[in-house]
Nanobody, 116 residues
Framework: QVQLVESGGGLVQPGGSLRLSCAAS????????MGWYRQAPGKQRELVAA???????TYTDSVKGRFTISGDNARNTVYLQMNSLNPDDTAVYYC??????????WGRGTQVTVSS
């Protein structure tokens, strides 16, 4: 059994910052990648950022230069630092983990709302 627990979401004004955390626990074995996805109302879930075991990162174009993903292998935790937030960033943010055996797990999501 694997659990992903997200935290750090909330309400923030445009231009503000938030830091999301996702801690993995349980039968993790070896993590291949961890990432953040988001889903806004009426839209499909999309990749925001991901980080591989070796530290390689990828970002969707709309967050490049504003968001930073980082990982703590010892704690099986991934972070998403979000700066210069705008209303288009409003969504439920989900953590995803893929193990080396390609098993995939999702967190329950954390709401991020950017509004004045």
């Amino acid at each position: 059994q694997v659990q992903l627990v997200e935290s750090g979401g909330g309400l923030v004004q445009p231009g503000g910052s938030l830091r999301l955390s996702c801690a993995a626990s349980g039968t993790i074995f070896s993590i291949n990648t961890m990432g953040w996805y988001r889903q806004a109302p009426g839209k499909q879930r999309e990749l925001v950022a991901a980080i591989g075991r070796g530290g390689t990162t990828t970002y969707t174009d709309s967050v490049k230069g504003r968001f930073t993903i980082s990982g703590d292998n010892a704690r099986n935790t991934v972070y998403l630092q979000m700066n210069s937030l705008n209303p288009d960033d409003t969504a439920v943010y989900y953590c995803k983990m893929t193990r080396r055996d390609l098993a995939t797990y999702w967190g329950r999501g954390t709401q991020v709302t950017v509004s004045s």
